[in-house]
Nanobody
Framework: QAHLAESGGGVVQAGGSLRISCAAS????????MGWFRQAPGQEREFVAA????????YYADSVKGRFTISRDNAKNTVYLQMNSLKPEDTAVYYC???????????????WGQGTQVTVSS
């Protein structure tokens, strides 16, 4: 089992930066793959980024590649998403997710946080 809690969302101007965090709790959560998804109003939830528990593998959606960076601190059971060069189309609720298997992290993670709102104003 894993419990995920996001923080750090807010309002930022286009071109700005924001870092959101996800604190994870659970006995073996440090061995889980973790990642971020987002859902804009009226749209389906989409994958944003993922990182393996060994920290040697990351994967990004094309829409954020080069602008967003995912990282994690296993000692703190925390994953971060650094978002730079933000665009109005990045506005969404951002959800933290975790999976015991890397192979399903991108499509069907088992555990989800409640989400944090990120709004990018133009």
């Amino acid at each position: 089992q894993a419990h995920l809690a996001e923080s750090g969302g807010g309002v930022v101007q286009a071109g700005g930066s924001l870092r959101i965090s996800c604190a994870a709790s659970g006995r073996t959560v440090s061995t889980y793959a973790m990642g971020w998804f987002r859902q804009a109003p009226g749209q389906e939830r989409e994958f944003v980024a993922a990182i393996s528990w060994t920290i040697d593998t990351t994967y990004y959606a094309d829409s954020v590649k080069g602008r967003f960076t995912i990282s994690r601190d296993n000692a703190k059971n925390t994953v971060y998403l650094q978002m730079n060069s933000l665009k109005p189309e990045d506005t969404a609720v951002y959800y933290c997710a975790a999976s015991r298997r890397w192979t399903i992290m991108v499509v069907a993670p088992e555990y989800w946080g409640q989400g944090t709102q990120v709004t990018v104003s133009s």
